[in-house]
């Protein structure tokens, strides 16, 4: 009888938001899974309950240096990198490092173990878009010296390597643009909008909108993501797709719906708006509807109320 081994699967940045996530949909889809992190964003926390899972194994490491790992691979999901503007300004060496030498790695080891890679890659390669909304053939327009920079050109820099260890070196590779993601297992303090909004909704402070508010983005849950991301990975597809929810809002009307949501008696403060802040921002998921019959299925309130009762737990 045939022996079949479990499916091996490598997650870097699994103990982050993102990447913790897919450990438990990897975990539930019969795969071993290695976590990988080191911990300079993600958290244990977010990994707690899979410690001692049989199926599960974490590795605490700097996947921007050498990634060695024992055995078998069969697949790679590439998501360590910090991701929220206030983290890759802190951190924008790091940054660099991990959408680089990073990605180097991770496809060093995925050639060497022949396993398929997927990165995960983001729509800030769009920089501050001049189309709208933006489909995978637009080149971007972004600024390579801005503050944002650091993350926006690792992250081209990660797609041009995984095109080149595909084309030179027939590594099978899968490349996403990930869009803004909301869920349980965000940091509250990482600065980003939403848990930046309903933090402050739940503590009674004023919600800091930055500029007038006008610009746009478009949020998608964590489930649709992670689903996408899994079937992304199954399918033959080696140019990049976007995965997102196309339900586009203004960060103004997003600070309404959040106090509404929470019943708070906080107000809006305006802040000056960060440098090369894009000022829309919407996916067009036209190919990931075509290629992998995908398409997000939570809507915002639905999954802004999961992710309220998640920080309500966090918030003192
Ligand atoms: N933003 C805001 N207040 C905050 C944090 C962010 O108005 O406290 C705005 C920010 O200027 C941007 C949008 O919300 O236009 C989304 O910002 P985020 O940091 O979540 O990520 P981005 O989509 O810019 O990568």
């Not at 926390?45 to 024992?70: C, E, K, M, T």
């Not at 349980?184 to 800091?208: H, K, N, T, W, Y």
């Not at 339900?247 to 305006?270: N, R």
Request: net charge neutral.
């Amino acid at each position: 009888m045939e022996n079949k081994r479990r499916p091996r699967t490598l997650i870097t940045g699994g103990a982050g938001f993102l990447g913790s996530h897919l450990c438990d949909r990897f975990i539930a889809e019969g795969h071993d899974v290695i976590a990988m992190d080191n911990l300079i964003t993600g958290s244990t926390d977010n990994i707690a309950h899979l410690s001692g899972h049989p199926n599960f194994r974490f590795i605490l490491h700097d996947v921007s240096n050498y990634i060695f790992v024992d055995g078998p691979i069969d697949y790679i999901l590439h998501f360590a990198s910090p991701a929220s503007p206030i983290d890759y300004l802190k951190i924008p060496i790091q940054t660099l490092k991990v959408g680089s030498l990073g990605t180097h790695n991770a496809l060093g080891l995925a050639k060497s173990k022949n396993a398929r890679m997927l990165i995960a890659s983001t729509s800030e390669v769009y920089g501050d878009p001049l189309i709208h909304p933006q489909t995978e053939d637009y080149w971007g327009n972004v600024n390579p010296v801005g503050y944002r920079g650091c993350y926006d050109e690792a992250k081209r820099f990660a797609e041009a390597i995984t095109m080149a260890y595909h084309r030179y070196h027939n590594v099978e590779t899968r490349i996403i643009r990930i869009f803004n993601t909301y869920g349980p297992r965000m940091r509250l303090d990482d600065g980003r909008v939403l848990p930046a909004f309903i933090g402050q909704a739940l503590r009674g402070e004023d919600l800091s909108v930055f500029g007038d508010g006008s610009q746009t983005r478009s949020f998608c849950y964590v489930s649709d993501l992670v689903d996408g991301i899994f079937k992304l990975l199954m399918s033959d597809e080696s140019d990049p797709t976007n995965i997102g929810n196309p339900d586009e809002i203004t960060i103004l009307q997003f600070a309404e719906e959040v106090l509404k949501l929470t019943g708070s008696k906080s107000k809006i403060a305006y802040n000056p708006l960060p440098q090369d802040d894009p000022k829309v921002r919407q996916p067009d998921i036209t190919k990931a509807r075509r290629i992998l019959g995908w398409e997000p299925k939570v809507n915002r309130s639905e999954g802004l109320k999961i992710t309220l009762d998640y920080f309500k737990q966090k918030v003192h």
